[in-house]
């Protein structure tokens, strides 16, 4: 019986490894130009939950896609988009510091909202579309990918959606013109949110987080909310604010909503002291 690693087939590679995700780039047709999407998958034969993930201001940096993998290695065929496709090069990926900082703002508010909404359309449809996922659809997002993760929800067919730190909700402030109508669009979700929070997240004040709270429970949408005690971005596994523990009780969080609204796919569980499969 192969080993097993959150539901997931272990594949033994030609190096005598254990591997749990393959990786592929797709190149997504939009209006405003050609968008890379890197997409994240299980090895293990089957079909899976989709999850569109949106990344920070950076784009698909080394922390974004261990986070995407551990969510493939968790049950889903995870497609990540290049969110500034239309003013960087193919493969383009902000450093963390204050030059890469400084662009991924500048774009932030370059881009129009239009873009970005048409972008999780072109990634959701191409999730439906792919062989190995279920159709059955989330999305997930960072900092500004929660923004993103939260206006992609508004989209019938998301079930699902973990939202972690998403900036500018409560402010308005997300593409060109920072005026964007996402508080004004919460009754359009017709699934299940998380919104995850850093208390000392200065981006996203404790009037702010309050905001976004009301006009969720003012529309009666199905949502979970948590703080903790933590900075931005604390999920990102490189520099001072990283918070492992809290981290992962974040990540388990969204878990539990994906595998609850989501499903894990049709991938046969062996039943310890049987020969029966069952699914």
């Known amino acids: 019986m192969p080993d097993r690693l959150f539901g997931i087939n272990l594949v033994k590679n030609g190096e005598n490894k254990l591997t749990v995700h393959s990786e592929e780039i797709a190149e997504l047709t939009t209006s405003y130009g050609p968008m890379r999407t890197v997409v ?3 090895v293990a034969p089957g079909k899976y939950p989709g999850l569109l993930l949106f990344s920070e201001i950076f784009q698909i940096t080394g922390p974004i896609r261990r986070l995407a993998v551990r969510f493939a290695a968790a049950g889903y065929v995870v497609a990540v988009p290049e969110i500034y496709h239309e003013f960087e090069l193919p493969g383009s990926v902000l450093s963390y510091d204050t030059a890469g900082t400084e662009r991924g703002n ?13 972008d999780a359309r072109a ?4 999730l439906r579309s792919h062989p190995n996922c279920t159709g059955v659809l989330g999305t997930a997002g ?6 993103l993760a939260f206006r992609a929800a508004m989209n019938p067919e998301v079930r699902a959606a973990a939202c972690f730190y998403p900036t500018d909700i409560h402010k308005r402030a997300l593409g060109k013109g920072m005026n964007d109508n996402s508080l004004d669009r919460i009754p359009e979700i017709r699934g299940e949110v ?5 208390r000392q997240d200065p981006h996203i004040p404790t009037e702010g987080r309050r905001r976004i709270y009301d006009a969720l429970e003012a529309a009666g949408t199905v949502f979970q909310y948590h703080e903790f005690n933590a900075a931005h971005a604390f999920l990102r596994d490189e520099g001072p604010r990283w918070d492992p523990i809290a981290g992962q009780l974040a990540f388990e969080t969204a878990l539990e909503l994906f595998h609850r609204r989501l499903g894990q796919g049709d991938l046969p569980l062996s039943v310890s002291g049987s020969t029966e499969t069952k699914h």
């Open 40 to 42: 994240f998958q299980p």
């Open 106 to 118: 500048t774009l932030k508010t370059t881009k129009e909202i239009a873009s970005y909404d048409e």
């Open 123 to 126: 990634v959701l449809a191409f």
């Open 142 to 147: 960072f900092c500004i990918g929660g923004h």
């Open 194 to 198: 998380v919104l995850i929070f850093g």
